[in-house]
């Protein structure tokens, strides 16, 4: 059965019947047979990055942004390993990709051949899965399971090192029926029972609250529509993760906002005195728990994941619920009908919220010549909301400011590096979501440290004309490293500034981008336009105040209730316990 | 919830019989911090497409079901089972004691061997090999009385176990 075909071509043949469009790559002497089939056709297209690592987040942003599997393919061992970073990025955000390497042949695995490197043992454990095809007969069924378990379940990268003869070698391939793994088998539909005694739990609740998180984003856009229903016939205030934001509008009246290290007073504060927790889809991450023997003492906690590892890993629950987020909400909501529930009286609880709110944790007054970082980030959101653009981040200060003051409307539409936490992140994703949608508007807001970790990138994006936005608030700092060496480190600034730095603009220039600075509160709006009215990239070099600090802010070690609101909290210099954590 | 008594757990993996599942496993362990008192692994299906994988743990209860849970969703394993909590099962391991000396030592080695059942399994005018096999406690003590007598060296198969009955767990 099937066509007789080389392995290169059934590769190419396979990601055309997956319905891939979009390959993110680099070639190199193990991967040329199938750039020479790629070469040959016209139904994939090929996405040349300057460095592996960007080949990575590019499809991570091509797969957070569309909700389908990002591919990509490197060479065999500098490419490989160039490209670990990226899918380990995957891995701790639940990323579905498809990463094909390039080895040596298979007569010269083990020999320290030049290129080799041993792929499937370095990304054994930051993929979800890995596979050595030695026969080339075997390569399309790999190639097909490995979309499967990458988009099912807890999604993830999976690896399919492919030695340079198993690309030449001829086989015949026939396209697979329905995959079914013969041991994965997520299970996708709750328990009915669990479900049930949820239901009850939150109709009794005097004090709920909604902690959802990106598995919301994961199980697909209805998942976020379930939450909206959930939201409305419970009457619980919501509050998201990082990796969740978008899945409540953010003018919600029942939104609190992010929680976390830097998240809201309110959904901190909730998070603390609540009578119920229902976690959706998220994973009780340390920035979000703070300290654990003070996370949220006396609730209970209901927690929805689909990955039972997830269950009891930090946080003692008394109910888990296994199961994809948005087919629990779904049968959630019917039982809540179906017992003819109301929300119940939660007035009391909505009073104290309120004054939670009253104390606006993410307030900030723009005065003087320095621009401060929040005013740009707002500013940016008010000048482009109207476009709904997707927005992605680097990582320090500068993300944690675009998550408390870009508001997200949309699942899909904020991309970020949470718990890796990969400065270099957001302009590949940016270029990956770009894209995904040619039309839409795509910003990286980016700090001036981080967009320096890909910036030669700047070329993948001049070559396929794609007029993505990079708005750099630079504070000519680490911020995020120096807030920390000024809060526990008694402001001894090692290493953390951001010397020699370039001039953006000419940089910019010589990529054929253009440039723009924003010198101050002044010019902000005036750049900002510029940046929209020019139809093709452009980067934006915005001086904002150098000092700013990113609060609220729940020191490491701290608990919820100890949290930082303003300079005037400071520390200082933690002890060494708090300064042993991360 | 790392603070809670530490309990020795036996699990027993079935495995895809398939290049680097064991490094899988083994890996899983290190990279999280989980022990590992003692591993055996070995092909027990007709078409040699799965393996058994039988570990020997310890850990606070908590550390225990994380570790079953992360065992449970790696793609090529096909079930977890935690005997000590599935309840009835039998244990055993196997090994290979060398016993050196001559004249009474050589006749007290031979005496304790019987009484625990072990087999010489090579013999030369001043040395024995003794087979052994039965729970791990029992192995050990074994291996203690033959410090007195002339031990020379041991290898150890690690522990194997399965459930009571007549069905498959
Ligand atoms: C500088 C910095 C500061 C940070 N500060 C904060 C902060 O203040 N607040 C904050 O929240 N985060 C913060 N983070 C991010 C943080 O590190 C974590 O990445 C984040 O909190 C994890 O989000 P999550 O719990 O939604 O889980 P994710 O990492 O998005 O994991 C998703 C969870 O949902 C499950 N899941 C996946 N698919 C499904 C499905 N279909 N159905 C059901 N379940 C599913 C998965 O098994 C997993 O448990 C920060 C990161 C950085 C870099
Ligand atoms: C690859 C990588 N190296 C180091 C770090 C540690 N780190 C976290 S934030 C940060 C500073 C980022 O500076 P910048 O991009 O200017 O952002 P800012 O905090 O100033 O907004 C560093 C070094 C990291 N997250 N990623
Ligand atoms: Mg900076």
Redesign the interface.
């Given at each position: 059965m099937g066509t007789e075909m080389t392995g290169a071509d059934i590769v190419v043949q396979a990601l055309t019947e997956l319905g891939v469009e979009v390959v993110f790559g680099y070639p190199g002497g193990a991967v040329l047979p199938i750039y020479d089939a790629l070469f040959q056709q016209n139904r994939i297209r090929h996405i040349l990055v300057r460095h592996e690592q960007a080949a990575v987040h590019a499809a991570e942003g091509y797969a957070r942004a569309s909700g389908k599997v990002g591919v990509v393919l490197v060479t065999s061992g500098p490419g490989a390993t160039n490209a670990v970073t990226g899918i380990t990025d995957a891995l701790m955000d639940s990323i579905p990709l498809v990463v094909l390497t390039g080895q040596v042949p298979t007569h010269l695995i083990g020999t320290d051949a030049f290129q080799e490197c041993d792929t499937?043992?370095i990304t054994?454990?930051c993929s979800?899965?890995n596979y050595?095809v030695k026969e080339t007969a075997k390569l399309g069924p790999v190639l097909h399971e490995a979309f499967y378990?990458a988009r099912s379940?807890?999604p993830g990268p999976v690896v399919i090192d492919i030695p340079k003869d198993v690309q030449i070698m001829k086989a015949r391939y026939a396209k697979p029926g329905t995959i079914a793994?013969?041991?994965?088998k997520p299970q996708v539909k709750g328990d009915l029972a669990a479900i049930e005694a949820a239901v009850d739990m939150l109709a009794a609740a005097e004090r709920p609250i909604l902690y959802t998180g990106g598995g919301i984003i994961n199980s697909g856009p209805v998942a976020t529509q379930l939450l909206r229903e959930l939201a409305k016939a419970t009457g619980a205030p919501v509050t998201s993760t990082l990796m969740g934001l978008g899945t409540m509008p953010d003018d919600h009246p029942q939104f609190l906002g992010m929680l976390g290290m830097h998240g809201s007073y309110e959904a901190n504060m909730a998070m603390n005195q609540c009578d119920l927790m229902v976690c959706l889809g998220a994973r009780f991450d340390d920035r979000v728990t703070g300290r654990l023997d003070a996370f949220s003492p006396t609730s209970r906690k209901i927690h929805v994941d689909i990955?039972?590892?997830s269950?009891?890993?930090?946080v003692?629950v008394d109910l888990a619920i296994q199961g994809d987020v948005g087919s629990v909400m779904e049968d959630m909501l019917k039982v809540w009908r179906a017992r003819g529930h109301r929300a119940a009286d939660q007035k009391a609880w909505w009073e104290q919220i309120k004054g939670w709110r009253a104390r606006n944790s993410f307030g900030f007054e723009q005065k003087g010549e320095a621009l401060l970082p929040q005013k740009a980030i707002q500013r940016l959101y008010e000048m482009t909301k109207a476009k709904k653009p997707i927005i992605s981040t680097e990582v320090g200060q500068h993300q944690m400011w675009a998550a408390q003051h870009f508001g997200f409307h949309d699942p899909n539409k904020w991309l970020t590096s949470g718990g890796l936490g990969t400065m270099g992140y957001g302009l590949p994703a940016a270029i990956g979501a770009q894209l995904a949608f040619p039309g839409a508007l795509v910003i990286d807001i980016a700090g001036e440290a981080s967009i320096q970790m890909n910036i030669q990138e700047l070329g993948t994006a001049t070559q396929y004309r794609l007029p993505v936005k990079v708005f750099i608030i630079n504070n000519e700092y680490m911020g995020m490293v120096r807030q920390w060496q000024e809060l526990n480190h008694g402001g001894r600034y090692s290493e953390s500034y951001s010397d020699s730095l370039p001039d953006f603009v000419m940089l910019a220039q010589a990529y054929g981008w253009k440039g723009i600075t924003i010198e101050g509160p002044d010019d902000l709006d005036a750049g900002i336009q510029a940046m929209l009215d020019h139809p093709g990239p452009v980067m934006v070099d915005c001086r904002v105040a150098k000092l700013a600090n990113c609060f609220p802010m729940i020191p490491s070690g701290a608990a919820h209730t100890d949290m930082i609101l303003s300079a005037a909290d400071e520390r200082g210099e933690a002890d060494d316990d708090a300064k042993a954590l991360v | 919830?790392k603070h809670l008594p530490s309990e020795r757990h036996t699990l027993s993996i079935l495995v895809?019989n398939e290049?680097?599942v064991l490094?899988?496993i083994v890996?899983?362990f290190s990279?999280r911090g989980y022990n590992i008192e003692s591993l055996t692994v070995a092909d027990v299906s007709d078409d040699h497409a799965v393996s058994r994988i039988t570990v020997v743990t310890s850990g606070p209860p908590?550390v225990i079901?994380?570790i079953l849970?992360?065992l449970?969703?790696l793609?090529?394993?096909?079930r977890v089972i935690d005997l000590t909590a599935y309840g009835p099962h039998v244990e055993r391991e196997m090994a290979l004691v060398k016993v050196a000396g001559v004249g009474d030592k050589r006749v007290e080695a031979l005496r304790l061997a019987d009484i625990f059942r072990a087999r010489p399994v090579d013999t030369s005018t001043a040395s024995f090999v003794f087979e052994v096999s039965g729970s791990t406690e029992k192995v050990n003590q074994f291996i203690t009385l033959m410090r007195e007598v002339g031990l020379v060296e041991v290898a150890r198969t690690g522990v194997v176990a399965i459930a009571r009955g007549a069905e498959a767990v």
């Open positions: 499937v043992g054994r454990h979800k899965h050595l378990i379940g807890r793994h013969k041991t994965y990955d039972r590892s269950f009891n890993k930090t003692r | 919830m895809d290049a680097g490094a899988r890996g899983l990279a908590p079901e994380q849970a992360q449970d969703r793609v090529p394993v096909h």
